[in-house]
């Protein structure tokens, strides 16, 4: 009795795995649909972290006058209103959300505005150190929504990032697709156990 009540936990564990898997498999069917559908961005992203990102965002809007433009969490709004209204944006293009608290947050707080507006394509504008993160992050909480990305990065003097916190992250973001929850509240103790392996 015990080795069949053994059997049958493994069982459910390798089912639950199996199904984890083959559902995070439909995530690049989506992402290329979604190309397929929209080969062009239709908005802009851009995760808060510096003025920079707002100055670029701005320059960038110019040259696609038909993109709105949200920007996640970023510098204070009396000063990126600034930024764009002297680079000829105006207010109504330019979706300031201050929701987010860390990187996934910047995706799972406009996923469903994008959802909303049928975006189905996006610029998703950040430093170059922390590109490869955001890219992960994207791929599945933008993915698993059908919404593509074309990555652009503002160049820094930044070391780039540690695979932990990309780890760390992209289990976070699998986690909200299961659950809706980003596990925000435990990132902080989790950030401590990955700067202690590097």
């Known amino acids: 009795m015990k080795q069949l009540h053994h059997q049958l936990k493994k069982y459910w564990i390798f089912a639950l795995a199996g ?19 929209a080969p062009y961005p239709q908005a802009i992203l851009t995760l808060g972290g510096g003025q920079d990102r707002e100055e670029f965002t701005a320059q960038l809007a110019q040259v696609h006058p038909s993109l709105n433009i949200w920007v996640s969490s970023g510098i204070p709004p009396k000063n990126a209103r600034t930024i764009f209204r002297a680079a000829g944006i105006s207010d109504q293009r330019v979706h300031l959300d201050y929701r987010a608290i860390d990187t996934v947050t910047n995706f799972t707080s406009v996923v469903k505005d994008f959802k909303s507006q049928n975006i189905e394509h ?42 932990l916190l990309i780890l760390r992250d992209i289990c976070r973001s699998v986690f909200w697709i299961f659950t809706g929850r980003t596990g925000a509240s435990l990132s902080p103790r989790v950030a401590c156990l990955s700067y202690a392996f590097r």
């Open 19 to 37: 199904f984890i898997v083959i559902l995070l498999s439909i995530i690049p069917i989506r992402l290329a649909v979604a190309y397929y559908q």
């Open 122 to 163: 996006i610029y998703l504008i950040t430093s170059d150190f922390h590109m490869l993160r955001a890219k992960a992050v994207a791929t599945v909480v933008l993915g698993s929504q059908g919404i593509t990305f074309t990555p652009i990065s503002i160049s820094s003097n930044q070391p780039k990032e540690y695979f």
